[in-house]
């Protein structure tokens, strides 16, 4: 289980996991000690790598829980637990992968608020979804730098923030903090950022920002608006703002083979097995 804060160590966590044919559990930070427990014991979960800002809401639950063997603390140090960096220090700097399929498990995946039982995801979901959705879909390349608002305990920050990035050799931004506008865009600006997963809230809320002071993101070639739908007014006011085009990727997925499309709601098509039905 991973219970880490947006960077290096979540993702060497998460990539050590699967490559050695563990089942990696992203998990929200800042959760109480009773959801720890409980997401320990239904994941069954043997060890947890953690920030050391967590440790005591889920130090308690060492001993208690049969299946927890475990604590990495990253961080600061703690009594009864591995210390991050010592763990890695003393470890080989090669890895060789374990041999599983696409259909072996891969991570385990909680609803936001781990209020609700995971869902088990195998390892070729990646696949299909790395090739479907953002190289298809998005054509993300090598030479692009994704900025997304999700973190990567959430499966759309692990898709958009990591997995899609790595899969096409692209550069991902990682920040530890919350996604504050002035924030995210100050950091667009800085990074140059080509590709940008916000929902429509926060890109309402960057409008808003940006009437305070000018920001160049002439560098950003897509803009992409996830998990509500994108309301009209949203889009024509960003695009009027910074010259980018938001495409809605809960209602179409635009393709490089078709620049034209001007607008977020033409050009609408069927991922890879799955069907558009019209209603009149």
Not at 44 to 64: K, N, T
Request: aromatic share 10%.
């Amino acid at each position: 289980m991973l219970v880490l804060p947006d960077g290096s160590e979540f993702v060497a966590g998460y990539f050590g996991a699967i490559k050695i044919g563990a089942v990696a559990v992203p998990t929200a930070p800042g959760l109480t000690s009773a959801v720890y427990a409980r997401l320990i014991a239904e994941s069954r979960a043997q060890v947890v790598i953690l920030h050391s800002q967590f440790f005591e809401e889920i130090a308690p639950l060492l001993g208690c829980l049969p299946f927890l063997r475990h604590l990495v603390v990253v961080g600061e140090e703690r009594a009864g637990s591995i210390p991050w960096e010592s763990w890695l220090g003393e470890s080989s700097g090669e890895l060789a992968a374990a041999a599983v399929s696409h259909e072996d498990a891969a991570f385990w995946r909680w609803n936001t608020d781990a209020a609700s039982g995971g869902a088990i995801h195998r390892h070729g979901d990646w696949v299909c979804c790395c090739r479907n959705y953002a190289a298809d879909g998005f054509a993300v390349t090598a030479n692009d730098i994704v900025l997304s608002s999700s973190k990567l305990f959430h499966v759309r920050g692990l898709g958009n923030a990591l997995m899609s990035p790595f899969d096409a050799g692209a550069s991902t931004i990682l920040l530890p903090g919350e996604a504050r506008p002035g924030a995210m865009l100050a950091e667009m600006e800085r990074t140059r950022a080509t590709m940008l997963f916000y929902t429509p809230t926060q890109y309402e809320a960057m409008l808003r920002e940006a009437g305070r002071r000018n920001y160049d993101l002439s560098h950003i070639r897509l803009a992409i608006s996830v998990a509500e739908p994108l309301p009209d007014e949203t889009f024509s006011r960003w695009q009027r703002r910074f010259g980018v085009r938001i495409l809605d990727a809960v209602h179409m997925f635009a393709t490089r083979r078709r620049p034209e499309w001007q607008h977020w709601r033409s050009g609408a098509r069927a991922l890879y097995g799955q069907q558009i039905l019209g209603l009149q």
